[in-house]
């Protein structure tokens, strides 16, 4: 019960989650705030709710999820490892989709967003299957 190892594995996965739901919740919310009217109670209702889901959840899981994983791959000597390679690659793509959402929350807090339901409806997307490729590079661990 005391391996620092696993308690910082447990850190890291917990901070995953909390990622991936924010990843995964802003692009649905943005497809719900497209269809509100700029200025009305329902609009604003929404910025309030991207803006702490971004700010409270998502930066900080994603900071915590960056540096437990950092450390767990040096703990572990992974990093010479294929595998470990092919999901930061996708850990990476995460993160600029992180701050493409980022972005858009502070294009819908000042109510210059010009993007479709559409398009959010497949960004939203894009977080599940990057995540899901990252799993697979963990538990499957190719190119070790």
Not at 38 to 43: A, D, I, L, V, Y
Not at 45 to 57: D, N, P, Q, S
Not at 105 to 125: I, L, P
């Amino acid at each position: 019960m005391s391996d620092p190892y696993l308690w910082l594995k447990w850190i890291h996965v917990l901070a995953i989650i909390s990622w991936m739901a924010a990843m995964l919740y802003l692009p649905r919310l943005f497809v719900y705030h497209v269809e509100a009217e700029p200025g009305s109670k329902q609009s604003e209702t929404f910025k309030v709710m991207e803006r702490r889901l971004l700010k409270a959840i998502g930066t900080p899981a994603m900071i915590v999820a960056f540096a437990s994983g950092i450390a767990l791959g040096w703990m572990a000597g992974y990093w010479s490892s294929g595998w470990l390679h092919g999901k930061t690659l996708l850990v990476v793509m995460l993160a600029a989709c992180h701050g493409y959402l980022a972005r858009c929350v502070k294009t819908f807090a000042a109510d210059r967003n010009t993007r479709t339901g559409v398009h959010f409806r497949v960004v939203n997307e894009i977080p599940t299957v990057l995540m899901m490729g990252a799993v697979f590079f963990v538990i499957f661990k190719p190119f070790s």
